[in-house]
């Protein structure tokens, strides 16, 4: 992504309402994200686009946000709990995921328009809380982004439980070399 179109959580243009407080953690965006588990607490941002993403992680303790554009609520609450363990025999606590998209408007009319997001203080029944986290915003042009492909051949476990492992770091090395074909239809 264009680092123009990405908005951390910290930014000045953010305008938050209550009592939201940052979380630091190097696996968030910039290293930390902004959040709150007061309902009614909301934040607010205006940008040029026609279209903008929320990114912020999932957790159990986890809660619902409502989100308006332009003032008008958004027909579905955005639960932020995590869907589950990413393999079989993965512990609660360590499911956390980072940086993912929880909710994204496009094909909007060119122009200035406002995000919200209101905390609810609420949350789903498998949930433990109703934390909402604000990790960074991206920013939707007509434009496109330029287009860069990775092609990830290996892979680590990020966080140890019982009964689970953790390989050797995967490391960019000499004469590591891959093959990848790519079928646009």
């Not at 027909?75 to 393999?87: H, I, T």
């Not at 406002?114 to 915003?137: F, H, M, N, Q, Y």
């Not at 892979?155 to 770091?169: E, F, S, V």
Request: overall charge negative; hydrophobic content about 35%.
């Amino acid at each position: 992504t264009d680092p123009e179109l990405l908005i951390d959580d910290s930014d000045p243009a953010i305008r938050y309402s209550g009592n939201w407080h940052i979380q630091h953690d190097p696996n968030h965006h910039e290293g930390a994200e902004t959040v709150s588990f007061t309902a009614g607490d909301y934040a607010e941002y205006t940008f040029e686009g026609t279209g903008i993403a929320w990114i912020g992680s999932a957790d159990v303790t986890n809660g619902l946000a409502r989100v308006w554009i332009d003032g008008v609520p958004q027909d579905d609450l955005v639960s932020q709990r995590v869907a589950g363990p990413e393999f079989a025999g993965s512990s609660i606590g360590f499911d956390k995921k980072y940086q993912l998209i929880h909710y994204a408007v496009t094909d909007l009319a060119s122009g200035n328009h406002t995000l919200r997001i209101e905390v609810t203080g609420e949350k789903t029944p498998d949930a433990s809380d109703c934390l909402i986290g604000i990790d960074c915003l991206r920013i939707i042009r007509p434009k496109p982004d330029q287009v860069r492909l990775m092609v990830i051949q290996d892979y680590n476990y990020p966080h140890q439980a019982w009964g689970n492992y953790i390989r050797p770091a995967v490391l960019i090395g000499t004469g590591s070399r891959a093959t990848a074909w790519l079928s646009i239809q």
